[in-house]
């Protein structure tokens, strides 16, 4: 009974300060809500890198001329390309992989009074493999296309609704540079990763492009995927994969590769921990501003115990205990950091749901992370409350009545 007539008490003290009490909770609520949006939006960023490399293809390795340095301004040293031979020992050689060979060449467009410049990719049929890609209409290439390099394409989604209004192109031929082209499939959509639109692509068998478009027998990059059935690791196959260009490119031990291989995986991994790692730092710093709401709540209670004195020396005359006193303020001061905590999840939860939505990332609650800002909120009012209630119910009686 005590206890519930002293929570009242407590209650009805911040009922009377409403403006002041809002005011104290201010800095808990923003506080609560800087660590919920920082953590969620960095959650989301995570998520969507990972997201976006997974849509380039599962298990997927790049193979490129060239040595590649590490650092702030990375670059790839100039080196012979890869030849068909390489593609073919590959395919011969490494079990348990799609192999794909890629050339290509940037090349205007156009269908009726339609152009659109983009980058016509040579391949073959391994391309939907590695990549992952499946065709929305239409067939892949035939391999007597491939063999006499037929001129026949693959769209993405974006030439389509560039050149041909989002209808059918199935069957319709378009210019490709100086080429005329027939279109016999349609990719389905990838969307855009890392600023790129992945739909914004043409695909033609590997000679079409090398003779037609480039006037070369480069290959200029060589995707390879593991097989979903394959009892081997994209390490192990990366491996493999430099084992054998080091043999075939003839480079002796201790010289350096003219060749590097991309693991995709690695890169996914990376950019997860380094968004990780940001989050929990952004985390970190948002919630300093949870101590700053602590210290607001200290400051406003030290100012209430000494603006209540000789409501506190009534108190303890009349025979309330200096603990009844101490729970008193202790419990007003929970009171205003449980009230902002709660508002704080409410802004905190709705605030990074819009911004992740404008950012057009996919929004994850973490509930973990939700009860653990709550969580903090209510240990600051317990811990900042604590000096200023222990402070009033030390206060002597009779001093506190002569209290003006």
């Given at each position: ?196 639109d992945q739909d914004e692509i043409v695909l033609m068998p590997l000679r079409a492009v090398q003779r037609r478009l480039a006037g070369t027998t480069d290959i200029h990059l060589i995707y390879v995927s593991v097989s979903s059935a394959a009892q081997t690791s994209t390490r192990a196959v990366k491996l493999a994969i430099e084992e054998l260009l080091r043999e075939r490119r003839r480079i002796r031990d201790g010289e350096e590769d003219d060749f590097h291989v991309r693991d995709m995986e690695d890169i996914a991994n990376t950019l997860s921990s380094t968004t990780s ?128």
């Open positions: 009974m005590i206890l519930w007539s002293t929570i009242v008490l407590a209650f009805k003290a911040i009922a009377r300060n409403r403006m002041r009490s809002l005011l104290t909770a201010l800095g808990v609520v923003i506080g609560v809500a800087s660590v919920i949006g920082m953590v969620h939006l960095g959650q989301a960023a995570t998520q969507s890198v990972t997201g976006q490399i997974s849509s380039l293809g599962s298990g997927l390795l790049y193979v490129l001329p060239g040595t590649s340095r590490r650092g702030p301004a990375a670059v790839s040293g100039a080196a012979e390309s890869f030849a068909s031979a390489d593609v073919d020992a590959l395919k011969r050689d490494i079990l348990g992989v799609h192999v794909a060979p890629v050339t290509s060449q940037r090349a205007l467009l156009v269908y009726g009074n339609a152009n659109y410049a983009t980058t016509v990719t040579g391949t073959d049929n391994g391309f939907f493999l590695t990549r992952d890609w499946e065709l929305s209409q239409g067939r892949s290439f035939e391999a007597r296309e491939l063999s006499r390099g037929a001129a026949v394409c693959v769209v993405g989604q974006t030439v389509v609704d560039e050149l041909f209004a989002g209808e059918d192109p199935i069957g319709d031929s378009m210019r490709v540079g100086k080429a005329s082209c027939s279109i016999i499939g349609v990719l389905t959509s990838k969307g855009k990763s890392f600023g790129n790692i940001l989050t929990a730092l952004l985390g970190a710093v948002a919630a300093v501003s949870l101590l700053v709401g602590g210290i607001g709540i200290m400051n406003i209670m030290m100012v209430s115990v000494t603006e209540r004195t000789r409501e506190i020396g009534i108190r303890l005359a009349i025979g309330a205990r200096g603990r009844e006193v101490l729970l008193q303020f202790l419990v007003e001061a929970v009171a205003v950091s449980v009230l902002g905590g709660a508002l704080g999840v409410v802004v905190g939860v709705v605030g990074s749901w819009y911004a992740v939505r404008q950012l057009k990332m996919e929004f994850v609650v973490s509930p973990d992370i939700i009860g653990l800002a709550f969580a903090f909120s209510v240990i600051i009012g317990v811990v900042f409350g604590f000096v200023p209630a222990r402070k009033a119910a030390r206060l002597d009686p009779i001093e506190a009545l002569r209290h003006e």
